[in-house]
């Protein structure tokens, strides 16, 4: 037996027990007379005490204990004479009577603790010891139960968990697939899959009214930042739904994992349509911790003789409240230089400060008398101190520029407040998009999401242009300006399902030959479906209040795709190429 | 809104009530009169009648209705007057008031019925009408409730559920990988996991303690009846514990499992050592619902002038119970062509009839006298009424064959009882498999399995004799003779295991390339640890008595590792293989 305790178990009520603990050694230090040793594992940290004048043998292999080493000690709980209130533990220490080192370590490349002093490649690398560290134990733990809670919650609505299967079919559609070769199906390749969406569509037809899983997904896109080949999603499914119906379904699971992991009672979700949040907030995300809402301008500020404003399609802007008398012109002009970087675009930033004592300052005040700059102000609901931002240009550019400086300010000012929560659903998206490039029209969410059913006819009948308007039944889920998952209403007529496809250019035998199966269903009684899936990995992020997926995930890739651990992907042998009937086609450098 | 009721809800003591149900035709029934159809959902089946003196269109609509039509229907709840007892609605029917047709069906290449008349290759092609069938609908929603009462239980005793990575590296040990080309690695590729052993070993070096994970797992092997490429697997580790705490915990596991989905107390799990198992059974998995331990006769039969038992290494027999009298001589003919069949490849079968007037009957009667029959008889436990059956030959073989006849007698005999579970932990497996034919040693495990404590040093300092005597810290859980799991303790020694590596043929650079990471971990204080592995699939189906695990699997693939449905795998584009730096490699035929 290793242990009758765990390193966070022990209290004052336990003093004179008889205690075997088993562990880390996190710290020993030596007092000449004492050693004290910290001993960790999952559940705590313990004070263990050897004691030269009782046994110095035993107090003597205790000195030679470095830092992770794995030992066995025994002895009886005592109360310490220096206690330490910031440890559960902190009352007690163990009176060692026997010791085993059950393995040695060698000196670890970074420290244990919360602080690491390794840089990201040698964590990844000693992913074990990394993930030794408090804060990635509790993310790990935080992810586990996030699971449970959500399997609990879409049990309890009478959903039913089905796996769906990993070796699939390739589909060129969207992003690109990870292939694998078959052995035994010459020349052929299952794909992993992107999405369970055909499967869980199948499920639907196939009766099983509510379905969910958690499950892996597989993207092999170009990595950006905090993009992970391989992640996890809540995958949802429901027949016989309106789009409400769903929207109800999550946001009560939502509600759900925020209550039992934070404690935190979420506030109303309110809805807002993929234009409004355009409109307002230049993103189909926006994070609603804060205001500054865009203010449209072109009829106040157009016909002034301010030929810059003039011209363009767009005059926007937004309100940061009470800044006017601290912000310096250095500041102005840091900010300028910050929305002129290539990443933002903006040509320039425009500014009226309305200063505490009342009075007006602008760059462009050589255009605007104060009396209209003043209007401008006050009929957007400027305050004395408030400073309106204002970027101009065409439309669409300008307002994702703008959207950009809102987030900016929004740090700036400390707007996004740690533990605020801020959930909203994004409605009524558009369909299709045209793609200039490829003179083709790409799905917004994905083929198999419905038109508004008062979209349909249009649909069915209307010229190109018409198709451009087209809005879906698909919504987004989005928290503090971040997108926890998406989903929509599905197509289950045959007829409309062949009308996307041909809309989306496939020609008859690519849709037969990708989808086949999924049109054939749909003539087999499909009812009506809707679904929508989470990011899993994202929301346990957000819940945190951290940005970073990897923090969340056991065993991450970095932006190559590389796990640096296990060192993969690598090389295979020849007698596996020649089994698959593959070759390699790599280009001599 | 598509429904206000399910239809497997409406009771007696909703008469009156307003609903609206969705779902599908059953099947309709056209009375003249009356139209009565039978609609169904996930939740259950509801009468509906539509009545032609009340609403003529409606009734007329209602007539054209065919099998497996998607409609809602709005009307009244009443009381039948033709009660149908066996259905939980059965006491109630819809009077329709409103009838729309949400979406058609071609007539089903089978019937949806409990069952069906459908082929295998049929059911396949259209799993999505298989899977409406009851027997499908509740093997899939048994096996999602089996997944979450594992997750509860292990929840409740502090396991952590940990994902592992699905794009690994390929190691040739083991079973065949399937392997996926990295696009973004040229000439690199990484595998889909065999199962997370490294993981969950690397996740107890990181102080994870107790992991916990139900996980699909991955084997390209060439697929016998009732083997899946892809399976499911409840994967556990836990640090700190001996093989005695390890068994504890998921007794205790498959004891709620049992108790939660069948309402069965499962009695005692016996242990048994593989050696003894191998003895009395002549398997490593024997079904312990019945008994016909085997009985060595060598002693007894030997000397006695026959010659096939007298040159043989080993006479064995096993005693069937009551049948002496009413097991004819050509009953006994088709037994010994069976076991003479070539799977099975005895020489022949030696019965001794202790008939129920006390006489003997026996093929070998001419070389033994009836005192010297009954006295082996006898001691042997046999009353008036059962027979002997005795095989011989090399010892191996010879058990191997007797197993085969104690299982065939036991289903003839109806011995194998429904609803009657008998699980078994088989222990101390041998450590290394001598394989005559690459002249080498197998992990009979894995290479990770630690050797019995008593046995490392035999291990470390034996020769080569030594090495096929070494026990293994590993065991398996046996429910009526199914594997339903196995495990071991691991080494945590880098000594150890490399000197495990070096035994099962590695070269010390293999096994770095290979494993180095985990090597590496060992070093850095990696703890005692251990674990075990269920199959998920297996699990599912012996719970509920039946022995193909295809029905549990919503999308399985047939023995050609093809999904019949989707098509898959199939062949991909020139592109997707440029961009993997892949060429097809396959013979003209």
Known sequence: ??????????????????????????????????????????????????????????????????????????????????????????????????????????????????????????????????????PLQQNIRFRSKLALETRKYMDSQDFIEVETPFLIKSTPEGARDFVVPSRMNEGQFYALPQSPQTFKQILMVGGFDKYFQIVKCFRDEDLRADRQPEFTQIDCEMSFVTRDEVLKTFEGLTRHLFQELKGIELGDFPWMSYDDAMAMYGSDKPDLRFGMEFKYLNDALQGHGFGVFDSAETVVGVLAQGIADDYSNKQMKELTSWVQRPQIGAKGLVYVKYQGDGTIKSTVGKFYSDEVLLKVLQDHGAKPGDVLFILCGEEEKTRKQLNELRLEMGRRLGLMKEGDFKPLWVIDFPLLEWDEDSERFHAMHHPFTAPKVEDVDRMLTGDHETMKSLRADAYDLVINGSEIGGGSIRIHDRELQSKNFDLLGFTKEEAQAQFGFLLNAFEYGAPPHGGIAFGFDRLAAVMNGQSSIRDFIAFPKNNQGRDMMIDAPSPIDQTQLDELSIALNVQAE
Chains 1, 2 share one sequence.
């Open 1 to 134: 037996m290793y242990r009758s305790h765990n390193c966070g178990q022990l209290r004052i009520s336990d003093i004179g027990v008889e205690t075997t603990l088993s562990g880390w050694v996190q710290v020993s230090r030596d007092f000449g007379g004492l050693t004290f040793v910290d001993l960790r594992d999952r559940y705590g940290i313990t004070q263990i005490v050897f004691n030269m004048d009782d046994n110095q043998d035993l107090c003597e292999q205790a000195r030679k204990l470095g830092r992770e080493f794995v030992i066995k000690v025994s002895g009886q709980v005592r109360e310490r004479s220096n206690k330490n209130p910031n440890r559960p533990t902190g009352e007690i220490e163990i009176e060692a009577s026997s010791l085993d080192i059950l393995n040695a370590s060698k000196v670890p490349p970074f420290t244990i603790e919360d602080e690491s002093d390794g840089g990201d490649d040698i964590r990844m690398e000693y992913r074990y010891l990394d993930l030794r560290r408090t």
